[in-house]
């Protein structure tokens, strides 16, 4: 069964990804499914954070079994920190049936604005 966002509440989203897909990426925080518990995106030369959030967002989607479009990106200010607000469609195919549903992630990029 695909896990969903709710079920990833209590994993270390950067040991998992490495684990899983062997990538070590500059993350730190929470899982990005609320606004409260964003990706911390850590300040790195080159400073490619966008590329950061895409590779969690698609590996966050193999391992949930899903295929996923952009719909939209926005930057909001959120406890005095600056997050990368996507959203996103996923769509799941079954025997019978396409689900798809909107999706939001935050990603914490305070730390590589404005360098």
């Given at each position: 069964?695909?896990?969903?966002?709710?079920?990833?509440?209590?994993?270390?989203?950067?040991?998992?990804?490495?684990?899983d897909?062997?990538?070590?990426?500059?993350?730190?925080?929470?899982?990005?499914?609320?606004?409260?518990?964003?990706?911390?995106?850590?300040?790195?030369?080159?400073?490619?954070?966008?590329?950061?959030?895409?590779?969690?967002l698609?590996?966050?989607?193999?391992?949930?079994?899903?295929?996923?479009?952009?719909?939209?990106?926005a930057l909001?200010?959120?406890?005095?920190?600056?997050?990368?607000?996507?959203?996103?469609?996923?769509?799941?195919?079954?025997d019978?049936?396409?689900?798809?549903?909107?999706?939001?992630?935050?990603?914490?990029?305070?730390?590589?604005?404005?360098?």
């Amino acid at each position: 069964m695909p896990m969903t966002p709710e079920d990833t509440s209590d994993i270390n989203l950067r040991a998992m990804l490495k684990e899983d897909f062997g990538i070590d990426l500059p993350i730190s925080g929470g899982t990005g499914n609320s606004r409260d518990r964003p990706v911390i995106i850590g300040y790195r030369i080159p400073n490619h954070y966008v590329a950061v959030e895409h590779t969690v967002l698609r590996c966050l989607g193999i391992g949930r079994r899903v295929e996923w479009k952009l719909l939209q990106q926005a930057l909001i200010e959120h406890n005095g920190r600056k997050l990368d607000q996507m959203q996103i469609e996923t769509e799941r195919t079954t025997d019978t049936q396409i689900i798809t549903q909107i999706e939001n992630y935050y990603f914490d990029v305070t730390e590589c604005l404005g360098r």
